[in-house]
Every structure is written in C-alpha cells, then in structure tokens.
C-alpha cells in the first residue's frame, strides 16, 4: 500500500530554513494522478495546510505563508520536500506529508516530523 | 486563523450519539465544496473519515456519518465506543483565500 515518510532535521535556529523531505512509497509521484502537500499542526492546536505540488513542479500555497515557503518534487527520488525559511518559534510543530487525493481530501498521511525551532 | 469552526469538544457515554459540528462561510461549504472529515487518535496522524460530506473510505464503521447543509456540515459517531475517543477536524476548500482550509478541530471524549 501507499506509505509517506518524512525525514529531516528535528532542530532548526530561528532565521534559518527549515528543510523537510517526504519519501513516497508504493506509488509512483510520476503518475500524475495526484497533488502532494505538507501540513503541520503546532502542539496542542489544530491543522494548517502549507502547500502542495504536482509531478509537473507546479504549486500551491497557503497565502499566509507563500512568500516563505518552497515545496518542490524529485520524481527520479520519488520525493517531495518542503523549504521554509526565516522560521521562528512559531514554526515549531509537527510536520505531515499527506496524498491529495479526489475532491481535493488528504487520503493518506506520513506519520509526522517534529520540527523544534530554538538556538 | 481556522475558517471552519467546531465546538471545542463533545462528550457522551457508551453507545450514545454524538454530533460534531462544521460551520464555514459562503466561500468554502456554502459555495459547495465538499467537506471532509479526519479522525486523529493521541500520537498518531489523521486519518481521513469521511470523504464528500457522506462517504466513508473502506474499513471505517458505518457508525461514522456526515452531513452538509449551506454553509455548515456534520460528522455523527452513534453508538459510541471508548476507541472513538480522539481529535476531529473538517476540511475543505477556501475559494477567497485559494487554500484547503481545516476545522478548529473537536475533542471528543467517551465518559
């Protein structure tokens, strides 16, 4: 079946970029037949979507953190990664990688990176 | 800045019902996109519950139903079980701010 891993770094400074990949296996990224995306969630609190891409290399950001973030595909990898830059304590949380499936729905999950930003 | 809201938690014995509610705006439910619903167990990822307002993936119990009128939607878990316990969230598109969009997110707690 279909699985997603994300891997990184789990400390980041504040003011550096925070670099995330999700390993995709049991489907090819170069099916075209979906969009990939990273979500996070913040200790404690709810989802936010950060963005997602197509086989093509073509995105789409949350607005409220478009001029951050980078979010491209490594087809030959059969990988997606997420940039986000200048972070801060704020952009501590747990990090998922996720399948957007039909009717625009996250039908399947990594199982989340925890990213601490702190000196 | 969650777009949907949801009651902070629910609350209800064994074997009841319980609704959780999703209310949005003419810009994302009232404008018809589809509403979506994730089950997130302590510790774990979500996992998708309810896809198009009433459709369950294979293998979640009938128990789990959705809704959607207007602007807002509905998941209900009837017949309650202690494993039901964990965090809800609905999700659906914003065509304002161009952006999937998720819920505030519900407690559910089995007493």
């Known amino acids: 079946q279909v699985q997603l891993q994300e891997s990184g770094p789990g400390l980041v400074k504040p003011s550096q970029t925070l670099s995330l990949t999700c390993t995709v296996s049991?489907?090819?990224?170069?099916?075209?037949?979906?969009?990939w995306s990273w979500i996070r969630q913040p200790a404690g609190k709810g989802l936010e979507w950060i963005g997602r891409v197509f086989t093509s290399g073509s995105t789409k950001y949350n607005p409220s953190l478009k001029s951050r973030v980078t979010i491209s595909v490594d087809t030959s990898k059969n990988q997606f990664s997420l940039k986000l830059s200048s972070v801060t304590a704020a952009d501590t949380a747990v990090y998922y990688c996720?399948?957007?499936?039909?009717?625009?729905?996250?039908?399947?999950w990594g199982q989340g990176t925890m990213v601490t930003v702190s000196s | 800045q969650s777009v949907l809201t949801q009651p902070p938690s629910v609350s209800g014995a064994p074997g009841q019902r319980v609704t959780i509610s999703c209310t949005g705006s003419?810009?994302?439910?009232?404008?018809?996109?589809?509403v979506h619903w994730y089950q997130q167990l302590p510790g774990t990822a979500p996992k998708l519950l309810i896809y198009d307002n009433t459709n369950r993936p294979s293998g979640v119990p009938d128990r789990f139903s959705g809704s959607r009128s207007g602007t807002s939607a509905s998941l209900a878990i009837t017949g309650l079980q202690a494993e039901d316990e964990a965090d809800y969230y609905c999700q659906s598109y914003d065509s304002s701010l161009s952006a999937y969009v998720f819920g505030t997110g519900t407690k559910v707690t089995v007493l």
């Open positions: 049991g489907d090819s990224i170069s099916s075209g037949s979906y969009y």
């Open positions: 003419s810009s994302n439910i009232g404008a018809g996109y589809d």
């Open positions: 996720a399948r957007v499936g039909a009717s625009r729905t996250f039908d399947i």
